[in-house]
């Protein structure tokens, strides 16, 4: 078996982008396994937090015969494609019936209005649940499930799972205050409001890209590092003095997930469940007007210079473990392959 793996996914049979089978170890068969993009970081993270053999494929038009035939060395009968990589449908239509499929949805409806690509995915997976191809589909962002359900396209909730992770060695940024501000340059990640609150605060940011909006440069500090690899990013979130998050919508985000698992306070938007039922993390992580960048650095200087602020990181780690306890029977419910469509609702 281990042998039947090595073939299939070894340098000389595959470019090092083609797919590759990780999650949790495999030892013989696996009756279930998730599917994820290896490029998307929160669905991966999210996907890996399910406890299943995982295969990251990036398009599945062109790596589709690859990840069957691994799925077919697993005897793998049920599929979990978390996201939507390039491919899903052709790749469900080509495996099925021989394989059953459930699908886990990341995003928000607040995308489907302005971003035409994102409702179609939807109606997309409404086409082969309707007919027979996909058997669930799952949303971990509470209320869209019953809003799309109402809307004639059956989905349940499924609480996104959290990736623990181990702190990771610091770099050192030099003196005074560093602030990331690590999300795509787009309106929807409202990076240039945080940007402008990092100005307010005096303090210098650091982002992957700086967005193209002339009159940024000025007097704002901003290091502008670039698309670096996966070690190197989660170093620098752990190297920062607060990570910032303050994004127009979102459904379970990873970066304040990392930043405190890596003993950095975040400050996010109130969009989003985590976090949100604890009164104390609520106080000091969330800012309620996003767009405002006075608000964001009040916000944040508050939470930066906050006393408690180990008392605060240790608070967050402690909720996210419970998190994953308490909401661990509507995930196991969904990736069942005994459990009947359905059989998992919202409360």
Request: proline share 6%; glycine share 8%; charged share 25%.
């Given at each position: 078996?281990?042998?039947?793996?090595?073939?299939?996914?070894?340098?000389?049979?595959?470019?090092t982008?083609?797919?590759?089978?990780?999650?949790a170890?495999v030892d013989g068969?696996?009756?279930?396994?998730?599917?994820?993009h290896p490029e998307?970081r929160?669905?991966?993270?999210?996907?890996?937090?399910?406890?299943?053999?995982m295969?990251?494929?990036?398009?599945?038009?062109?790596q589709?015969?690859t990840?069957?035939?691994?799925?077919d060395?697993?005897?793998?009968?049920?599929v979990v494609?978390?996201?939507?990589?390039?491919?899903t449908?052709?790749f469900?239509l080509?495996?099925?019936?021989?394989?059953?499929?459930?699908i886990l949805?990341?995003?928000?409806?607040?995308?489907?209005?302005a971003?035409?690509?994102?409702?179609?995915?939807i109606?997309?997976?409404a086409?082969l649940?309707?007919s027979?191809?996909?058997?669930?589909?799952?949303?971990?962002k509470?209320?869209?499930?019953?809003?799309?359900s109402?809307?004639?396209?059956?989905?349940?909730?499924?609480?996104?799972?959290?990736?623990?992770?181990?702190?990771?060695?610091r770099?050192?940024?030099?003196?005074?205050?560093?602030?990331?501000?690590?999300?795509?340059?787009?309106w929807?990640?409202?990076?240039?409001?945080?940007?402008?609150?990092?100005?307010?605060?005096g303090?210098t940011?650091?982002v992957?890209r700086?967005?193209?909006?002339?009159y940024?440069?000025?007097?704002?500090?901003?290091?502008?590092?670039?698309?670096?690899?996966?070690?190197?990013?989660?170093?620098?979130?752990?190297?920062?003095?607060?990570?910032l998050a303050?994004?127009?919508?979102?459904?379970f985000?990873?970066?304040?997930q990392?930043?405190y698992?890596f003993?950095?306070?975040?400050?996010l938007?109130?969009?989003?469940?985590l976090?949100?039922d604890?009164?104390?993390?609520?106080?000091?992580?969330?800012?309620?007007?996003?767009?405002n960048p006075?608000?964001?650095?009040?916000?944040?200087?508050?939470?930066?210079?906050?006393?408690e602020?180990?008392?605060i990181v240790?608070?967050?780690?402690?909720?996210?473990r419970a998190?994953?306890?308490r909401?661990?029977d509507r995930?196991?419910?969904?990736l069942d392959?005994?459990?009947?469509?359905?059989s998992?609702?919202?409360?």
């Amino acid at each position: 078996m281990r042998e039947r793996f090595r073939r299939l996914l070894s340098p000389a049979s595959r470019p090092t982008s083609d797919p590759t089978l990780g999650g949790a170890p495999v030892d013989g068969r696996a009756r279930v396994v998730a599917l994820c993009h290896p490029e998307w970081r929160g669905i991966r993270s999210a996907t890996k937090a399910l406890g299943l053999p995982m295969v990251e494929a990036s398009d599945l038009d062109r790596q589709g015969s690859t990840v069957g035939a691994i799925l077919d060395a697993l005897g793998t009968e049920m599929v979990v494609v978390s996201g939507f990589p390039p491919g899903t449908e052709r790749f469900v239509l080509a495996q099925s019936p021989r394989r059953r499929f459930r699908i886990l949805m990341h995003s928000s409806m607040a995308q489907h209005g302005a971003e035409a690509g994102e409702s179609a995915v939807i109606g997309t997976i409404a086409r082969l649940s309707a007919s027979g191809h996909v058997e669930h589909l799952g949303f971990t962002k509470e209320g869209q499930a019953e809003a799309l359900s109402a809307l004639g396209v059956p989905a349940v909730f499924v609480p996104a799972a959290i990736e623990e992770l181990e702190e990771v060695a610091r770099d050192d940024l030099g003196p005074g205050g560093h602030i990331g501000v690590f999300a795509e340059a787009s309106w929807r990640k409202n990076v240039v409001t945080q940007l402008g609150a990092v100005a307010l605060m005096g303090e210098t940011a650091h982002v992957t890209r700086i967005p193209p909006v002339d009159y940024l440069p000025g007097r704002l500090r901003v290091v502008e590092h670039g698309l670096i690899d996966r070690d190197r990013f989660v170093r620098l979130v752990a190297s920062v003095d607060l990570n910032l998050a303050v994004s127009l919508y979102e459904c379970f985000p990873l970066l304040p997930q990392e930043s405190y698992w890596f003993g950095v306070p975040a400050l996010l938007s109130r969009t989003t469940a985590l976090f949100a039922d604890d009164e104390v993390l609520g106080r000091f992580s969330f800012v309620s007007e996003h767009d405002n960048p006075a608000a964001v650095a009040r916000a944040a200087s508050t939470l930066l210079e906050r006393a408690e602020r180990e008392g605060i990181v240790q608070r967050a780690r402690a909720w996210m473990r419970a998190w994953n306890l308490r909401t661990a029977d509507r995930r196991e419910a969904f990736l069942d392959p005994d459990a009947q469509p359905g059989s998992t609702t919202a409360s």
